[in-house]
């Protein structure tokens, strides 16, 4: 059963626009999740973790627990923003499942 | 340190063929997982370790996959005979011990079963 759904494989915004790439889980423990990010030719990396409640290169997510989301947000899309994003969660006993990720391309 | 240091970076080989992958987590991180990055599917857990013992294999998609971690800073992935269907990239991470820990991913290893 996919536990970590993010529903757009796609997601094109113009420079400037604001960004939301969604991600929904399905956890029946206390979720710990995360928004990792692949740049071009780079390493898969954190990006930022729900717990930390922090602002990432102008990113923020917060977990809403009744909607069972923790959608990525940035209010200014800039071209370096473009990249592979996606949504995990950890599960009991440190397992580590992503979703299927999105594509963010921010146009000029 | 390196980071998590995977090899090869590509591998080409023919369908039937044995195909060993290798990783090298990060020293002193506890647990190491193996993931498959395809279009179609992303990100997908193959299986992962805690403390060198296999926690979870239920990602793996068929016996012809095995997976081994023989001691704390080394990892092996084979796949048995190969099949042009497991043609991906297949990355390695550590994290270390905790709910909350960071992982670290390696840059992977292009496979392309012809």
């Known amino acids: 059963a996919q536990r970590v759904t993010q529903p757009e494989k796609l997601l094109s915004v113009f420079k400037g626009a604001p960004v939301e790439l969604k991600c929904n889980y399905s956890?029946?423990?206390?979720?710990?999740l995360f928004w990792y990010v692949q740049y071009s030719r780079q390493r898969l990396q954190l990006l930022l973790r729900h717990i930390s409640r922090e602002s990432i290169k102008g990113f923020t997510a917060d977990l809403n627990k009744g909607e069972t989301s923790f959608h990525l947000k940035k209010p200014f899309a800039q071209e370096e923003d473009s990249a592979m994003y996606y949504c995990a969660l950890v599960e009991y006993g440190n397992k580590l499942v992503f979703g299927a990720g999105t594509i963010l391309r921010v146009k000029s | 340190d390196a980071g998590v240091i995977q090899s090869p970076r590509h591998e080409v080989t023919e369908m039937g063929q044995e195909v060993t992958l290798r990783c090298k987590p990060i020293?002193?991180?506890?647990?190491l997982f193996w993931y498959r990055q395809t279009m179609m599917r992303g990100l997908e857990l193959l299986i992962y370790?805690?403390?060198?013992?296999?926690?979870?294999d239920s990602g793996m998609p068929e016996d012809r996959f095995s997976a081994k971690m023989p001691n704390a800073s080394f990892s092996t992935l084979k796949i048995q005979p190969s099949e042009p269907r497991d043609s991906a990239v297949y990355f390695c991470a550590s994290s270390p011990a905790g709910l909350r820990a960071e992982a670290f991913f390696g840059q992977g290893t292009r496979l392309t079963v012809v």
């Open positions: 370790f805690n403390n060198n013992v296999p926690i979870d």
């Open positions: 956890y029946s423990g206390s979720p710990e």
């Open positions: 020293s002193g991180h506890n647990s």
